[in-house]
């Protein structure tokens, strides 16, 4: 049997950077800083992976109007991805040259599109949790995080209110419409409650007054997505088993095939420049 090579000091250097999993090599940050650091790859993530998702109906949409609404949905998120990832490292390293086991996106916004129900299903119940927690996060002690939100609460107003008349629309429509709409709401209702859940590093920024606590959100919210549903003839889906850890890099198999889409130039061309 062959000897092996012995290992260079570049080498070692090399290996003592890779965590577990070939992971990104986040900073070295104090603990406050790393607690801030993950809630802006939160923030970013999450209308990253909702901005690509929604651009996947471009050329695919019901009609022309839908498909230009949906286009513009996802400008706005990829608009806020770039403000918060930028403001956390580098924008185009932090989206594009992470593996799947370094997004902290939640599970919702990386679901597949399934039919327009869905989409609006999805959008509905992102949006609303997303409207409601920017509007208190403009009152965050953060600077940079009061100004984002004053920012991007004023677009996904509108997100909220679009999905909402989607909603209403497909679920008092036509029976083909209300049975998937409901089919639309049943698939994401699972993944509702990882929106209110909180981890020590969102606990910390809750403490010193940088975070809005999602928890105090849910009885508002659920009140909200209760009101929209019965303006379009629709009940809750009954409550399953939730499915979370999105925000702890454990995510569904879909992620991985988005990434694989979306990352696909900037890694096999790293030195491209437009």
């Not at 695919?60 to 949906?70: C, G, K, Q, Y």
């Not at 593996?99 to 609303?128: H, I, K, M, W």
């Amino acid at each position: 049997m062959p000897s092996l090579p012995p290992i260079r000091p570049e080498d070692e250097a090399v290996a003592a950077r890779i965590r577990p999993h070939g992971a990104f090599d986040a900073p070295d940050l104090a603990p406050h800083e790393s607690a801030r650091f993950d809630y802006l790859l939160r923030l970013g993530d999450d209308a990253l992976i909702l901005g690509q998702r929604l651009s996947e109906w471009c050329g695919h949409a019901p009609a022309v109007e839908v498909d230009l609404s949906l286009a513009n949905l996802a400008l706005d998120l990829i608009g806020q991805a770039n403000l918060a990832l930028g403001e956390a490292g580098d924008a185009d390293s932090l989206a594009f040259h992470r593996d799947v086991l370094d997004f902290r996106n939640c599970l919702l916004v990386e679901q597949p599109n399934g039919d327009f129900a869905r989409t609006v299903a999805r959008q509905l119940l992102y949006s609303t949790w997303q409207h409601l927690a920017l509007q208190r996060l403009t009152g965050s002690s953060d600077n940079f995080l009061s100004e984002f939100a004053a920012k991007a609460v004023k677009e996904v107003a509108y997100h909220r209110e679009l999905a909402s008349e989607w909603v209403v629309r497909l679920g008092d429509g036509t029976e083909e419409s209300a049975r998937r709409m409901a089919d639309g709401l049943d698939w994401c209702w699972r993944f509702v409650p990882e929106l209110f859940e909180v981890d020590a590093h969102l606990e910390e920024l809750i403490g010193r007054g940088i975070a809005p606590d999602p928890r105090e959100l849910e009885a508002e919210y659920r009140a909200a997505i209760g009101a929209v549903l019965a303006n379009g003839q629709l009940q809750p889906p009954p409550d399953q088993r939730p499915i979370i850890g999105g925000r702890r890099g454990h995510h569904s198999e879909h992620l991985g095939h988005l990434l694989a889409l979306m990352q696909y130039l900037p890694r096999t061309y790293p030195n491209a420049t437009w």
